[in-house]
């Protein structure tokens, strides 16, 4: 170890010294390893031990004196009994009997004292022992919503608790508990009454609100789930007809990763976007309400299933919460859920005419994801997908122009003849068609198709012979593939490259004298009608296979598209990225 590393910790230091000791070239020992010989962990370490040991020091964290203004009205009664006429004295004096001094000093005992929570009123003296259990909360009122939802049970009609939002401030003063039953708000009997007038009687109050409240018996409080997961559709509480309560809502757009924090409720989940600093959970559609939802919307709106219509939720002419209705749970949502199963997907190999009618039954909601950290030998190839004619092509080329020993695509394969100009391995790996056929049928190949009687395809195996050699491999198959790169063997980083609106690529490519990609027997430019093929193309892609891809880029211009693919290319090999969850276990 260099002179450097003398300051490290030495905690660390050993650490890393026993990890050597260890006979094993693992992947897990050198990430561990390096991880240790991290300067910004031990520079972290540093700063977490002094923290630790300024907290030893009590002077700094801990009032001398409780009763500051008590001390200060004794010096006051001395003052009152000796004459001075000093004017020190008569400033200290002065300054002394200052209300807003005394202020502070009260301020100050409150505080040393932790005399600032809320004080809970004393038990009537001729409370009957033999009634119900009851417990009184209070809460302070602030802006944050109490965190907090009721609603009237169904067999007794009482106001009861229906969930409390994880790190809300219910959650937080760990005394509100779903299912607790709510006797009075603030001294008002809340018997007879609806939810609504329960919300009336909450809005109108200032200050502090106590509840008196019959404890249920059932758990106390469940845990915190650690689950993550990417969203895989758009969602806004406040279009959502069927949601409990509106202010309770979380909002998100696809791509999103949300922490689940509690999944108690067979129909909304509580969760948090990751990385907010706001602690308190917001309902969302669980995983089986969505699938029933999107059921529901494709068997009276077959137009979904093309991706023309964006709707997550049906409407519904009445909810029993609006934006001003009590949190009150939905009584009809169970006829959402016709199908209570998840539709699994048709096993069938890609080929070269289109078949996408299969993977219309995957209905995309949430995708359980975890962090997958950059180490050596991970290396994860780029895979572009895109309409035809979109440009993804040109993009992989020009990537690997920047760098041709890192950046490499994998050679296809081709049953044709070979031509005397071409070299076997170089443009094309020549095999028999018999071959071939074999190898498609044993599900050797990425893709495959047939072009005028010759069989064209990429290797699995080159694509991992390129990932073995340490070097990145960047692939631009047809959409179909994605369903075999995208395993955990190969954890692919996926862009969807997506063409700008159908005014911006005609202008652009007009500008560029781009040439036709649909004609492969002329070169000339594009028409109109192709470049509203690669417009519907597009969106029929990101429709049915929008939830494989990790980014997406507009290719507008060819410069800037390129720029952003190269920050992207940079990212994926030397930041932590989210990753489906199978991939890291």
């Known amino acids: 170890m260099d002179n450097s590393t003398d300051n490290w910790d030495p905690a660390l230091t050993r650490l890393l010294s026993s990890l050597k000791e260890v006979q094993s070239d693992g992947e897990d020992v050198a990430f561990l390893s390096e991880l240790l010989q991290s300067k910004q962990l031990h520079a972290l370490v540093q700063v977490h031990n002094k923290i630790v040991a300024a907290q030893c020091k009590d002077d700094k964290f801990y009032p001398l004196l409780s009763n500051a203004m008590q001390v200060t009205l004794e010096v006051l009664e001395m003052f009152g009994e000796v004459v001075i006429s000093s004017n020190e004295y008569k400033e200290l004096l002065k300054l002394l009997q200052k209300p807003h001094f005394q202020a502070i000093l009260c301020t100050h005992d409150a505080v040393a004292q932790k005399d600032y929570y809320p004080h809970l009123p004393d038990i009537p003296a001729d409370a009957d022992d033999e009634e119900e259990t009851v417990k009184i909360v209070q809460l302070v009122k602030s802006d944050e919503p109490l965190g907090a939802t009721i609603k009237t049970d169904e067999e007794t009609g009482k106001i009861v608790i229906a969930r409390v939002m994880h790190g809300g401030a219910a959650d937080r003063s760990g005394l509100i508990h779903a299912g607790d039953e709510v006797i009075e708000v603030n001294g ?19 200050g502090t609100i106590t509840f008196k409240l019959v404890p249920s018996f059932g758990k106390g409080g469940s845990r915190e789930s650690k689950v993550r997961v990417r969203a895989l559709f758009h969602y806004n509480s406040a279009e959502d007809p ?101 539709p699994k997907v048709k096993k069938i190999i890609y080929d070269i005419k289109e078949n996408d009618d299969f993977d219309r039954e995957m209905i995309p909601t949430y995708e359980e994801v975890a962090r997958l950290y950059p180490r050596p030998g991970l290396i994860r190839p780029i895979v572009l997908v895109g309409a035809p004619g979109v440009g993804r092509n040109e993009l992989r080329r020009r990537l690997v122009a920047t760098d041709p020993e890192k950046y490499v695509t994998p050679v296809p394969y081709t049953s044709r003849a070979q031509k005397t100009s071409e070299q076997n391995g170089k443009e094309y790996v020549f095999v028999t068609r018999e071959k071939m056929e074999q190898d498609i049928s044993e599900g050797k190949f990425i893709e495959h198709g047939e072009y005028k009687g010759n069989l064209y395809g990429t290797s699995a195996e080159s694509v991992e012979t390129i990932v073995n050699s340490g070097r990145v491999c960047v692939l631009s198959p047809h959409w179909q593939a994605l369903k075999m790169l995208r395993t955990p063997r190969l954890r692919p980083y996926i862009i969807f490259i997506k063409p700008p609106s159908l005014k911006t690529l005609s202008e652009t490519r007009t500008a560029a004298n781009a040439r036709s990609t649909f004609d492969k027997e002329s070169s000339r430019a594009f028409t109109e009608e192709e470049f509203a093929d690669i417009i519907r193309s597009s969106n029929r892609i990101n429709f049915l296979y929008g939830y494989m891809f990790d980014e997406e880029i507009v290719n507008e211009d060819l410069a800037t598209a390129l720029t952003q693919l190269l920050k992207m290319a940079w990212r994926v090999q030397s930041e932590p990225l989210w990753v489906p969850a199978a991939w890291v276990q």
Not at 255 to 279: F, N, P
Request: charged letters at 25%; a neutral charge.
């Open 188 to 206: 008002i009997s809340v018997e007879n009454k609806s939810p609504a007038d329960v919300l009336s009687i909450l809005q109108s109050s200032e």
């Open 242 to 342: 069927y949601i409990p309560c509106k202010e309770a809502g979380l909002n998100f757009k696809k791509g999103d990763i949300l922490h689940i924090v509690s999944q108690d409720d067979a129909y909304w989940w509580q969760a948090r976007r990751e990385g907010d600093r706001v602690m308190r959970a917001g309902l969302i559609p669980s995983r089986a309400l969505q699938e029933g939802r999107i059921i529901h919307e494709r068997q009276i709106d077959p137009q979904t299933l093309d991706g023309k219509a964006a709707l997550c939720s049906p409407s519904a002419a009445n909810s029993d919460c609006g934006p001003k209705t009590p949190c009150s749970p939905t009584p009809n949502a169970t006829a959402l859920l016709p199908c209570k199963s998840t």
